[in-house]
DNA sequence: GCCGGCCACAACGATCGGTTGGGCGTCCTT
DNA sequence: AAGGACGCCCAACCGATCGTTGTGGCCGGC
């Protein structure tokens, strides 16, 4: 189907003349009539009544015309979406299903009418959201850089939320039944956070956590995907292992896996955003205000050592 | 933009190749490429990155992704309103801006999940629709046959719902600041109500009502379109016309029009849905039920002769 | 260093989408 | 009732497009 016959089929119901409405696209009444009858041939279905004074929409018309404004909307907004010059808010995130992603969604839920494309890059590397948001590729970057001299002058870091972890735990692990646990709990068991890039931010995170608590993180071994990790966990009895508490984790109901809160003190992954200094897109600022108005975390909560945190 | 080369990159952008792709859709690899590359063209920007094991998704490619979507998600609703053996549930009412389209958009919003489309056969004769139900054009039809006797057998008519008659006038008209009114302060008052075809279920309604409360309805005269009544009413200091409590009316605000419900007797105008017999379609029954939960009538409430009134 | 898998480019035929030209039916005017 | 205006369809033609087959380049694995 040709998304400008479609178009055709739209304007032409609404002037009631194919004549009119080739004037109006600039091309001959022939033209239009062809590509009527291409779209009636490919429905199967006779989409106007031809009168001496112009068209009528059929039943079947009537009908297809609600969907053909959506696919002539659906592909404005997609063209919009990657043209240069007229591109909508487009914020990297580290994934579909992590938190970040899980409350931007929210956000969007809460303010549909913004266009919001959500994309990743599949890079460990902040350098290359920074590298992608200098070069307008993406407005913003849901990314962390530990070290605040690195950032480059033109761009800037703030601070939106914090996600408190919970631990993750099949139904044989020895804490499974525990409805919340404290970071002293977790020692001498197993933590293990597959696919940690060396010196990344959540290897220098996990690194500050296990000092702090004594803890036994152990980020070694490729990352199979999240599908492996979770059968891992659910059959194994002495490991367990992190996760935001938005994070969006799918799993199949047989697996039986718990999230346990982890408190006194409230163990938080802090998520930064990271945008341009100069001319910020315009619907960011609704976003930071989105994340900061969510639940703050108690005083006592751990953050590690590069944070600036939010507290009430 | 072609809705194929749309589905097309959907696929490619799943399957991360474009042979996998070519395989699944029957088609060459090098069709796949081509495919690709007129969108990429067409929109001017790269949607994938060539590696040697496949193609992965550009930022834009990303950003794209979603829309394309929607656009293919769109195109299949788009195709079934009219499929005849997969048709959506499709609905005729009076116009698109009356009570019975008014309340049927308040039941699709609440299930929004229905796939539902809404028609009207522009025929003042309800002859019309049911030889439209009959012959499988529409589902069912918001319209009175006053003469039970006049229905095929094959179709039935079920009573859903009444909406009260509100006087609709311009402000200086002699009953413009009254709260409500009775039937008899609508005496001597010019009742407008124009485009009533002879011997039509609306004739017969303002006949008896006429009839009833001794009242001037005067329906001669073409209907020039709901604006030009409007225009009418803002400026007489003497004709008003009577609306459905449900119709929806837009006007500038600049008419100042008032709406003033008529109680004691309320004045009901009955709304029937006509439907095949055998083997409805299987959405009707909840929007009947939805219709019929609806507030309903005060005991006391004037119906014509026809009406089967529905009443607590 | 070779092989295998995947994608791009080139050439060719079929199909498609546009134009011009001509004809028919309806409505309005004279 | 005849003529003109208008809007539609059909036919013929032409350039662009979409599919095919054939070929070459690139990259990763053995």
Request: a neutral charge; aromatic letters at 8%; charged letters at 25%.
């Given at each position: 189907?040709d998304?400008?016959a ?14 009119h409405?080739?004037?109006?696209l600039?091309v001959?009444?022939q ?6 009858a ?17 068209v ?8 297809f ?9 659906g592909?404005?907004r ?21 938190g970040?992603a899980v409350v ?44 605040p ?7 800037d ?41 060396p ?40 490991v ?10 799918v ?5 039986d ?56």
């Open positions: 189907m998304t400008e479609v178009r055709t089929f739209v304007l032409a119901a609404e002037v009631g003349q194919f004549q409405a080739a004037d109006e600039g001959t009444q033209a239009i009539s062809k590509r009527i291409a779209l009636e041939r490919e429905l199967e279905v006779r989409l106007f009544t031809r009168t001496a004074r112009g009528e929409l059929t039943i079947d018309g009537q009908a015309l609600p969907h053909a404004r959506s696919i002539v909307a592909v404005e997609a063209i919009t979406a990657v043209r240069p010059d007229s591109r909508a808010l487009r914020i990297d995130v580290l994934g579909f299903r992590s970040q931007l969604h929210d956000y969007w839920r809460s303010h549909p009418e913004t266009a919001l494309d959500v994309v990743t890059l599949k890079a460990a590397d902040p350098h290359v959201a920074v590298a992608a948001i200098r070069a307008g590729d993406v407005d913003a970057s849901f990314r962390t850089v530990t070290d001299a690195a950032l480059p002058r033109d761009l870091m703030v601070h939106v939320i914090d996600f408190p972890l919970e631990l993750l735990v099949g139904p044989r692990h020895p804490l499974a039944s525990a409805r919340t646990l404290t970071p002293s709990q977790l020692r001498r068991h197993r933590i293990w956070v597959p696919g940690i890039a010196k990344s931010e959540w290897a220098d995170f996990y690194d500050q956590l296990a000092t702090a608590f004594d803890l036994r993180v152990d980020g070694a071994g490729p990352n199979f995907g999240v599908e492996a990790l979770l059968d891992t966990l659910a059959e194994s009895a002495d367990a292992t992190l996760v935001g508490s938005r994070d969006r984790l799993w199949p109901t047989s697996y896996l718990r999230r346990i809160p982890v408190v006194n003190p409230t163990i938080a992954y802090p998520q930064s955003l990271i945008l341009p200094r100069s001319n910020p897109h315009p619907g960011l600022r609704a976003i930071i205000d989105y994340f900061r108005s969510l639940a703050t975390l108690p005083e006592t909560a751990w953050l590690p050592s590069w944070a600036t945190p939010r507290r009430r």
